[in-house]
């Protein structure tokens, strides 16, 4: 990485210069201490390596039992399907196609696209056509899968189960857990930036931003690019009525904020709370074991793990089902209202704190996959069963939509309510281009605008390193 390389930090938008990194080094944003860049030696090697294994990994994992459920002389053997196949006979199709993207295409996917990205780089071939388009699909995947989550389901799963009749587990358990170690690797070692290194730019592209110049940074590939060398999409701006610029590498979607992000961010945090306490009234499933039914619900599920002495699972299953939820649409709704009220409170723990509600909704997921395992296993009839209840479509709505939330939201407007960007990127490039003229000092720039003022200037002292 040369010492020209600019970054637009994406939590706070700060327009810094990245150093040249040492071995497993990383560079930090110098404001908000966000990670920019990471080093990862031998990354192409390993992650394909780590890809491939991951593949044939995949394939096992799917075509085997999974785990089998004895009781009383019958067996019922399941795969990882098995569980998506009988939520969506049971009504339940909303939840079965969550969890079959979840825990089974979107990690099949990721391994799938690493290496469709990789091999050209490993031969050495010219680049096919699509190709960042299909690493921009891949970085998309990596927040929707959720083995790691699928697993403790299966903890969770297997305790409830003990006492009722034997579990069995099949080869492709054993599959399972190694995938997840796998594909956690690989995407560890993952470095982007040898794979966006080889995409061609033209040299108006590539570029120094003039002094006052507006920029925009992509969200995929973190390219930094002068706003008028952006890509205009003229068939989306004229079928919308609004200018859409692309990024001339990856081709995603370029925007100084996040479009109508507090609007959106309230719309999905108010439905999720409409759906929070029907997820945690109603029933998530109903268990019929040799005549006797019992209904239960999120809590009953916490308490059954308490009663059998499993404590360290019981707080798994409350933490992540009752807790996290309800803990990340609070500090959604404080995040918004600081902005809304133009807090300058501490913007740097705001950003850390919504960076942290961002990485642990996923694992709100754990309580989705045991009903899904449950209903896989247990069907024999009036001997024992398992159905799906209304509780588990309300849970599983309240999960992906504090997810979308998260992703709505954008941070760097933590920082504009505190003052530190500029109010607009045009006031800001007219008052420096004035100055730059000849014209009087503006003296209404408070210190943090000179900060941002500075970051927009040419390469050189006045452009602040990352850390």
């Not at 009749?165 to 190694?178: D, R, Y």
């Not at 002068?226 to 701006?237: F, H, K, N, T």
């Not at 609070?330 to 704190?353: C, E, K, M």
């Not at 009036?382 to 509780?391: D, F, P, T």
């Amino acid at each position: 990485m040369s010492d020209t390389h600019l970054s637009l930090c994406e939590a706070c938008d700060l327009l810094q210069r990245s150093p040249p990194l040492p071995p497993r080094g990383s560079s930090r944003c110098v404001r908000c201490g966000h990670q920019l860049h990471r080093h990862r030696p031998a990354s192409l090697d390993r992650t394909l390596a780590f890809a491939l294994t991951g593949l044939i990994l995949f394939i096992v994992a799917n075509s085997f039992p999974f785990l089998s459920f004895e009781m009383q002389g019958q067996r019922t053997d399941t795969t990882l399907f098995s569980g998506v196949a009988d939520l969506t006979e049971q009504g339940k199709g909303e939840v079965a196609a969550v969890v079959f993207f979840t825990a089974i295409l979107a990690p099949g996917l990721q391994l799938l696209l690493l290496l469709i990205v990789l091999t050209p780089l490993k031969l050495g071939r010219e680049l096919p056509p699509g190709y960042p388009t299909l690493f921009r699909w891949f970085k998309t995947m990596v927040p929707w899968g959720m083995m790691d989550v699928f697993l403790i389901g299966i903890l969770v799963s297997v305790v409830k189960l003990a006492d009722m009749a034997t579990i069995v587990p099949g080869i492709s358990l054993v599959a399972f857990v190694l995938l997840i170690f796998v594909l956690a690797a690989a995407q560890a070692s993952m470095d982007p930036d040898i794979v966006w290194e080889r995409v061609p730019l033209p040299e108006r592209v590539r570029r120094r931003p003039r002094a006052g110049e507006p920029v925009l940074g992509c969200d995929v590939c973190e390219l930094v690019v002068p706003e008028q060398e952006a890509l205009r999409d003229d068939r989306i701006s004229s079928a919308l009525g609004v200018r859409f610029l692309r990024c001339p590498r990856c081709s995603d979607i370029l925007h100084h904020r996040k479009p109508m992000s507090l609007q959106r961010t309230w719309a999905l945090v108010l439905a999720a709370f409409a759906f929070y306490i029907p997820a945690n009234v109603y029933p998530v499933m109903t268990v019929t074991s040799l005549g006797q039914t019992q209904s239960d619900t999120i809590l009953s599920g916490v308490v059954f793990l308490l009663d059998h002495g499993m404590l360290p699972l019981a707080a798994i299953l409350f933490i992540a089902s009752i807790f996290v939820p309800l803990l990340k649409l609070l500090i959604l709704i404080f995040l918004l209202l600081s902005v809304q009220f133009g807090s300058r409170w501490r913007p740097r723990d705001r950003t850390r704190l919504y960076r942290i509600t961002e990485a642990i909704g996923r694992w709100s997921m754990v309580d989705v996959y045991v009903v899904t395992i449950l209903v896989a296993l247990v069907h024999l009839g009036n001997l024992a069963s398992i159905q799906a209840e209304a509780g588990a479509v309300f849970f599983c709505a309240v999960v992906i939509l504090t997810m979308f939330a998260a992703m709505a939201f954008d941070p760097r407007l933590i920082w504009d309510a505190a003052g530190q960007n500029a109010e607009s990127r045009g006031e800001l490039s007219t008052r420096i281009q004035a100055r730059q003229a000849g014209g009087a000092r503006d003296q209404t720039l408070d210190g943090a605008r000179r900060e941002q003022a500075q970051a927009w200037q040419p390469i050189g002292k006045a452009l602040p390193d990352a850390n």
